[in-house]
């Protein structure tokens, strides 16, 4: 059960004849768990690679369509979060690679036995989760009692603290007036 997907990524390159090569993989959380830590809850979806083998550049081009589970910043209730990406990295044997400057470009060895895909699809999916974790439609119904009760108070908070003041105010008023008839 452990490192069931060490190898699960990795392509074997000097086996590769040149040419345009197609692999497809799920995405499952035990993967993201082996490779550190899963910062979703559940994951699905797929992964294209498409992978460009030319004798001096091997050019890796990803799709990845899926949707995370992620926990609500708000109200802890799960919810899917659909991504759709595409990535492309290249990898050059030739050290003095300079045609391509936007884009990732990596140095292999030439005696390279396999090019390992974990890391690039770790990064790119977990890039997928976005900052700030709250659904569309939170807060609603079905969100727990004490998150709607302490939403409702937030939104409340201003006249709240109006009428607060207004009271301390009133109170200091009554308080002198009091001192005032006392001497
Ligand atoms: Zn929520």
């Given amino acids: 059960m452990e490192n069931e997907f060490k190898n699960y990524f990795k392509i074997e390159i000097p086996k590769l004849p040149l040419g345009i090569h197609y692999f497809d993989y799920s995405l499952h959380i035990e993967f993201f768990e082996e490779m550190g830590e899963a910062l979703m809850e559940k994951i ?24 995370l589970e992620l926990l609500c910043d708000r109200c802890l209730q799960p919810y899917w979060h659909p991504f759709s990406l595409t990535h492309k990295v290249y990898y050059t044997f030739e050290r003095k690679m300079r045609e391509i400057e936007e884009e990732d470009v990596f140095f292999l060895d030439k005696n390279i036995q396999y090019l390992d895909l974990s890391q690039d699809i770790y990064d790119l999916v977990t890039l997928q989760i976005p900052y700030r974790k709250v659904p569309e439609w939170c807060p609603a119904a079905s969100c727990p009692a004490e998150i709607m009760l302490h939403l409702g108070n937030k939104t409340n908070t201003e006249p709240l603290i109006d009428d607060r003041w207004a009271a301390l105010a009133k109170i200091k008023i009554e308080h002198l007036e009091e001192e005032n008839n006392s001497i």
């Fill in 44 to 67: 699905e979806g797929q992964i294209r690679v498409e992978l460009n083998k030319a004798p001096r550049l091997i050019v890796v081009a990803y799709t990845i369509n899926g949707k």
